[in-house]
T-cell receptor, first 113, second 110 residues
């Protein structure tokens, strides 16, 4: 049982390049999330998906797109990377309301030069 | 403004000491979570609380609903407890999303 698998672990991009962060969970969770973590700030929600086929913007969605490919997979795409997107990114999934423990991927450290 | 506030931001303790980390949160939560982030970066969920107290090994989490306050206690601290501890609320008034504190960085010295 792998939990939440997130790739890649590290990535360096040049300004304007694109990339996709991949996330998959094997716990049959409906809800999946993408967060970014910056120094001195709490984790901030970029996008979330409450169920397969639905996605919604979070607190900081600008410059990102997401795809909920199926119940297992939720990807995050940077179409044209900017230095302000240098951050650590975490994918997470949660159990249904009432028992909503959060499970996190191992994180992606992204640097945009 | 972050609605979830933690204190202290940094904490250094001697091995064996009793440690308390505090968290204040906002109105309308369905649950309060404590998370641990290890130096390698991975985040694991320690506790989810909606009332009372929970214990797991040397870790104890409490919540006071009236005061909108939660504490994480570590008894007989050990160097392997060194990590960042994050408080998070799931807020049903604010879109039923998770909101996170900035974390408390704990270092336990042998």
């Amino acid at each position: 049982n792998a939990g939440v698998t997130q790739t890649p672990k590290f990535q360096v991009l040049k300004t304007g390049q694109s990339m996709t962060l991949q996330c998959a969970q094997d716990m049959n969770h409906n809800s999946m999330y993408w967060y970014r973590q910056d120094p001195g700030m709490g984790l901030r929600l970029i996008y979330y998906s409450a169920s397969e086929g639905t996605t919604d913007k979070g607190e900081v969605p600008n410059g990102y797109n997401v795809s909920r490919l199926n119940k297992r997979e939720f990807s995050l795409r940077l179409e044209s990377a900017a230095p302000s997107q240098t951050s650590v990114y975490f994918c997470a999934s949660s159990e249904p309301p009432g028992n909503e423990k959060l499970f996190f991927g191992s994180g992606t450290q992204l640097s945009v030069l | 403004k972050n609605e979830v506030e933690q204190s202290p931001q940094n904490l250094t303790a001697q091995e064996g000491e009793f440690i308390t980390i505090n968290c204040s949160y906002s109105v309308g939560i369905s649950a309060l979570h404590w998370l641990q982030q290890h130096p390698g970066g991975g985040i694991v969920s320690l506790f989810m609380l909606s009332s009372g107290k929970k214990k797991h090994g040397r870790l104890i989490a409490t919540i006071n609903i009236q005061e909108k306050h939660s504490s994480l206690h570590i008894t007989a601290s050990h160097p392997r407890d060194s990590a960042v501890y994050i408080c998070a609320e799931r807020n049903i008034v604010r879109g039923n999303q998770f909101y996170f504190g900035t974390g408390t960085s704990l270092t336990v010295i042998p």
